[in-house]
Nanobody
Framework: QVQLVESGGGLVQAGGSLRLSCVAS????????MGWYRQAPGKQRELVAA???????NYVDSVKGRFIISRDNAKKTVYLQMNSLKPEDTAVYYC????????????WGQGTQVTVSS
């Protein structure tokens, strides 16, 4: 069983930055792909960024150049550094374990709210 605990969300003004963290426990981590998803009110959950076990990352077009996903395997933690935040980035952000391409894995964190004011 995998447990994922996110932190780092909050309220920030447009143009500001936040760093989200997701700590995994209960299973292997270093060889598993990880991802960050988000869901805004009235919208479907979307993949924001993903990182392979080897550290290769990919991003949805809307966050390219602004967000950076990274991982620390020793700490079983994946991060999402979010810069130049925009009001349209407002959403609940979820950590996901074990996804493949556009298909998420079976395990999700509880979510952390990010609100960007204009």
């Amino acid at each position: 069983q995998v447990q994922l605990v996110e932190s780092g969300g909050g309220l920030v003004q447009a143009g500001g930055s936040l760093r989200l963290s997701c700590v995994a426990s209960g299973s292997i981590f270093s060889i598993v792909p990880m991802g960050w998803y988000r869901q805004a009110p009235g919208k479907q959950r979307e993949l924001v960024a993903a990182i392979t076990s080897g550290g290769s990352a990919n991003y949805v077009d809307s966050v390219k150049g602004r967000f950076i996903i990274s991982r620390d395997n020793a700490k079983k933690t994946v991060y999402l550094q979010m810069n130049s935040l925009k009001p349209e980035d407002t959403a609940v952000y979820y950590c996901n374990y074990g996804g493949r391409g556009s298909k998420p894995g079976d395990y999700w964190g509880q979510g952390t709210q990010v609100t960007v004011s204009s």
